[in-house]
C-alpha cells in the first residue's frame, strides 16, 4: 500500500528567492516595481489600515496572507517588514501557487464593451 505523499512546505522555496534576488520589501518599493510584481504577501500582524491600503494599491495583484513580521525576518532576514512582493519569475508563480489558498482579494474581471447588434444580411453598410 501506497503511503500518502507528504506536502512539502514552500518555506523551503524561500532561500532561493533570496539568492535571486526576485524579493521586494517595502509598501513603497511595492509601489514603485508594480510592473515587475507577481504578487504580495501580508503578514497576519499588519494594521487594519495598513492592510486596506494595501488591498487598494494592489488590487491587480494577487494578495496573500499568512505568517508574522518574525517569521518574514527569519525567512528572509528583513527586520520588521510587513508586506513583501514577489518578481514575476518562474519561482514566483510556484510560491504562488503553493500559497493560494490563503488569497485574501478576489481577482479583477475585466468587463466587456457591450457590443453592436449584428448586422443582417443584405442590410447597407453605415459609412
Not at 25 to 39: D, I, M, P, Q, S
Not at 76 to 82: D, E, I, L, N, S
Not at 98 to 108: D, F, S, Y
Amino acid at each position: 500500500m501506497k503511503k500518502p505523499a507528504q506536502a512539502k512546505p514552500v518555506e523551503r522555496l524561500f532561500p532561493f528567492v533570496l539568492r535571486s534576488r526576485n524579493l521586494l520589501v517595502g509598501h513603497e518599493t511595492l509601489r514603485r516595481n508594480k510592473g515587475k510584481l507577481h504578487f504580495v504577501l501580508i503578514t497576519c500582524d499588519l494594521p487594519e489600515r495598513s492592510r486596506a491600503e494595501i488591498l487598494r494599491d494592489f488590487a491587480h495583484y494577487p494578495v496573500v496572507q499568512c505568517y508574522v513580521a518574525a517569521d518574514l525576518e527569519k525567512f528572509f532576514g528583513v527586520q520588521g517588514a510587513k508586506p513583501i512582493g514577489f518578481r514575476k519569475s518562474g519561482l514566483a508563480q510556484s510560491i504562488y501557487a503553493e500559497l493560494k489558498g490563503r488569497r485574501i482579494n478576489q481577482p479583477m474581471t475585466k468587463s466587456k464593451p457591450p457590443a453592436s447588434p449584428p448586422t443582417p444580411p443584405g442590410a447597407p453598410i453605415a459609412s
